[in-house]
């Protein structure tokens, strides 16, 4: 050898050991973390409460999947692989030099690619890797299936190309293949059909069953011949599994509860980069597909007065789970029915009373309280504003039980002037009702009657906060590592407010004055349950909470049409009977907490005026926080006649028929004269008020009003000092308000703002 070659080879030999080197050093790297994990799964499944498929996804890649680890697998789908894909699999170290060689052999005897000698892992490595169908691309298989070798068992190698391995349909793995061809867990396949997801790994598009049956059945006896050669299936069994039908029963991917399971693949992608997997969630199938029946058939019954859709949701109201979710009447009937209720902000109207009577009994309003349903115009940012009651009436001096009860709309825009806007705005933000995102100023008054947008499920939330003391937690989608999700919790109101507002809602009295003795929310259980209409009958709600659940409906139409004659009662009212029905023939309806348990005390009052009964009231008995018990006897019945306060004459003077209504009908109601003693009508002496954290100081008032006397004019000092305006903002501490008429007849009382 002269000089010069032996130089070039010194050279050469150098290169390659350089080389050798360095793929050397390569292979004994750590490998990435996504091919050292697991996973990931190709595509994400959905489950009902009872593990049912509801929605199966495809990944990125359009795959559909699924991950069962090695252990759950039937040893006939490993046999049927080993045999068909690398029978030396657990002998070679990634490669399989006997194979390459044989398989290069065929290649260049046939002048066309007949054989590629791939292992399971290099196969495995080109899935992971992508690595191009080329000499350059086997080479780089090569180096990657010894580099995997390295670092995984043979146990794991085989689950990921197992789970990942394409088997046509665009399906990746034998979790997916044996749920698509056969409707099956692949831990509970057939010889046969273990045979014929292995027979697909080599041309998964043309030997399909479901394109080419012929060219399938010849592959799956192909694979079948070699697990009788390697000793892995007897020859009975491979006649029995080579007679079996080829043909598989195409399945169609589960596509049920689609808005539920469309909210939940929206949350999932928000909250992880590439959800997969199976995710168990909290659905409960069968409810689901009843309450779905009873959508539709609620559209059907109310179509000819121009109602086209509804929807129903369903909590638990412990976990906070969605038991049903539907959305429309029918997702795919048109474009309109992927429009989903659900979530998509409406108008609740009367729905959202119950929180400002929360709010109102956390500051010294009562059950018993009674409250002005008398024409008045309050001036706000918006200009006048003049509410009226649905039924065109005005109830004179109303309870607040029967307020809320019979969902009178003159009392509560009356009792969210006195404990403010903005605090009633700030304990629904605490409700969880995040669709409420304009200030105080921008719904003003209004949104004592649900002017806002809300949505069916805030609903149905923020009454589950009722029933579990006043306390709002999250929803919850996922069964599964409930540890794992969020648990924001906050307090919206006291737990003897939520008891009493709950004790109201379940009080059918409370409710026949507005809704007659019986209607759609008298349940067969104990319930409270309220309606709402917005303006114009363009939406319907009703909501009804037990001790167990929450079920909230609407019916309406998508596109803000007004219905015909439809109402709280006659629309969303016996849908959500029929809902309620259904939801307890399956989970317990409960105990609501009563407002004795919350630490209530009962008072005997009079059923007119709120105050303590006397000798001639007619009486009954009425929860209080305590301290917030009424101190004085009624005043109200003397003599046989019924003298209501001052505000009252105009009122009482239009009807004199009341006297029914009030269980004394001896009694002519007739307003206090000039004779009356003058006296302070709000605020009473003794009330307590609560100041809203973070309030609108504009918002934080109450109003002063007086009457009586000789019907001269008069003065109001606060704490001494003259105070010129019709309310008086609160302030921390106790107060002493003074009322001084121009002859000099007075009244005080004294509050407290804590």
């Not at 998509?344 to 018993?368: I, N």
């Not at 719904?443 to 579990?468: F, I, K, M, Q």
Request: aromatic share 8%.
């Amino acid at each position: 050898m002269t000089p010069r070659a032996r130089r070039w080879w010194r050279l050469g030999c150098g290169s390659a050991a350089a080389g050798l080197a360095a793929v050397t050093v390569w292979i004994a790297a750590p490998l990435p973390r996504a091919l050292a994990a697991p996973g990931p799964v190709p595509s994400l499944v959905l489950l009902d409460r009872h593990g049912r498929a509801l929605r199966a996804t495809r990944a990125q890649d359009g795959a559909r999947g699924g991950w069962t680890s090695i252990g759950k697998l039937d040893p006939k789908i490993l046999q049927a692989f080993l045999a068909v894909e690398d029978r030396r699999f657990y002998d070679h170290p990634g490669v399989d030099l006997r194979a390459l060689v044989r398989a290069s052999l065929q290649d260049v005897r046939a002048g066309t690619v007949v054989s590629g000698g791939s292992t399971i892992t290099m196969q495995l490595a080109r899935l992971l890797r992508g690595t191009p169908r080329t000499l350059f691309g086997k080479l780089r298989q090569i180096a990657w299936a010894l580099r995997l070798e390295a670092h995984l068992d043979k146990q794991a190698i085989l689950e990921q190309y197992l789970n990942r391995v394409p088997l046509g349909q665009a399906t990746a793995g034998v979790t997916a293949g044996a749920a698509l061809y056969f409707g099956a867990d692949p831990g509970d396949l057939s010889l046969g059909q273990s045979a014929l997801l292995a027979a697909l790994a080599h041309a998964p598009s043309r030997d399909n069953p479901l394109v080419d049956p012929g060219r399938a059945r010849a592959r799956r006896a192909l694979a079948l011949g070699r697990m009788a050669a390697l000793g892995y299936a007897r020859p009975g069994d491979v006649a029995r599994a080579d007679a079996e039908p080829v043909r598989a029963p195409h399945l169609p991917t589960p596509f049920l509860a689609p808005h539920f399971t469309t909210h939940v693949l929206q949350w999932a992608d928000e909250r992880a980069a590439s959800p997969s997997g199976e995710w168990r969630t909290t659905l409960d199938l069968d409810l689901q597909t009843a309450l779905e029946a009873e959508v539709r058939h609620t559209v059907d019954v109310l179509a000819d007065r121009s109602v086209a859709h509804a929807a129903v949701v369903v909590l638990d109201n412990a976990s906070g789970g969605v038991l049903a979710w539907v959305g429309s009447p029918d997702f795919l009937a048109d474009t309109a029915g992927q429009v989903d209720m659900v979530v998509s902000p409406r108008q609740p109207g009367s729905a959202l009373k119950p929180f400002l009577y929360g709010l109102a009994f956390d500051r010294g309003v009562t059950p018993a309280s009674v409250l002005p349903d008398l024409p008045r115009t309050y001036q706000t940012t918006l200009g006048l504003y003049r509410p009226r009651n649905y039924d065109r009436q005005f109830h004179g001096p109303v309870r607040a039980r029967d307020a809320l009860g019979s969902s009178y709309n003159v009392p509560a825009v009356e009792l969210a002037q006195r404990v403010g806007v903005a605090s009633l705005l700030a304990t629904l933000h605490h409700a969880g009702f995040a669709t409420l995102d304009h200030g105080a100023d921008y719904y003003g008054l209004g949104l004592s009657l649900g002017n806002g947008d809300v949505t069916l499920l805030e609903l149905a939330n923020g009454y589950r906060a009722l029933a579990n003391g006043g306390v709002w937690k999250q929803v919850q989608w996922k069964e599964q590592e409930e540890a794992a999700l969020e648990t924001t919790t906050r307090r919206v109101m006291s737990s003897q407010a939520a008891a009493l507002v709950l004790d109201i809602l379940s009080d059918p009295v409370a409710r026949s004055p507005g809704f007659g003795a019986e209607s759609p929310l008298d349940l067969p259980f104990r319930a409270a349950a309220k309606t709402g209409t917005s303006r114009h009958f363009t939406d319907n709600w009703a909501v009804a909470t037990t001790g167990g659940f929450t079920v909230a409906v609407w019916v309406g139409n998508f596109s803000g049409r007004p219905m015909q004659g439809v109402g709280g009662i006659t629309g969303a009212g016996p849908l959500l009977h029929r809902a309620a029905l259904l939801v307890a023939q399956r989970y317990p309806p409960g105990d609501l907490p009563g407002p004795g348990r919350a630490g209530a005390v009962s008072v005997r009052i009079c059923r007119l005026s709120g105050l303590r009964a006397g000798a001639d009231c007619p009486p009954m008995t009425e929860w209080f926080m305590p301290g917030t018990e009424p101190a004085r006897e009624c005043d109200w019945h003397r003599g046989g006649r019924v003298v209501l306060p001052m505000e009252y004459a105009e009122w009482a003077g239009a009807h004199t028929e009341i006297q029914q209504a009030w269980g004394d009908p001896a009694a002519v109601p007739r307003a206090s004269s000039d004779a009356d003693p003058f006296r302070i009508l709000s605020p009473r002496d003794g009330d307590r008020y609560s100041l809203p954290v973070g309030a609108d100081a504009r918002y934080a008032t109450i109003p002063l009003r007086a009457g009586g006397g000789d019907g001269s004019r008069w003065r109001w000092f606060v704490d001494g000092r003259e105070w010129r305006e019709e309310r008086w903002p609160l302030s921390p501490g106790p107060h002493r308000i003074r009322a001084v008429t121009a002859r000099g007849a007075s009244d005080e009382v004294r509050i407290e703002v804590r």
